[in-house]
């Protein structure tokens, strides 16, 4: 496999995990109106992509393939419950 379609693999693998990233931090400005986010929109972004590629690395390695719907279900619950945690502000 030459590097341009390793590179192509690799973008298409996390593509899951920066399209929830990118839609959960507005979508949680908008319903999570009264709760101080803690961190910038790119802070929080950037800590549920990670969070959303470790679910995604995860689903590989149990499951032994990508693509698998148990492992997008896994992301979509990580993810949220990221992002959750991170518009809560850490109060306690």
């Known amino acids: ?13 996390a593509a899951p995990a920066a399209a929830l990233a990118l839609l959960l ?39 032994g393939r990508d693509g698998k719907a148990l492992t997008y279900a896994a992301l979509v619950l990580a993810t949220a419950t990221c992002q959750w945690l991170l518009r809560r502000g850490w109060k306690s």
């Open 1 to 13: 496999m030459d590097p341009l379609a390793a590179l192509n693999h690799l973008l298409n693998f």
């Open 25 to 63: 931090v507005p979508g949680s400005r908008l319903l999570m109106r009264n709760s101080g986010p803690a961190l910038s929109w790119w802070a929080q972004a950037a800590i549920v992509f990670i969070v959303g590629c470790a679910v995604l690395l995860a689903g590989l390695w149990l499951l």
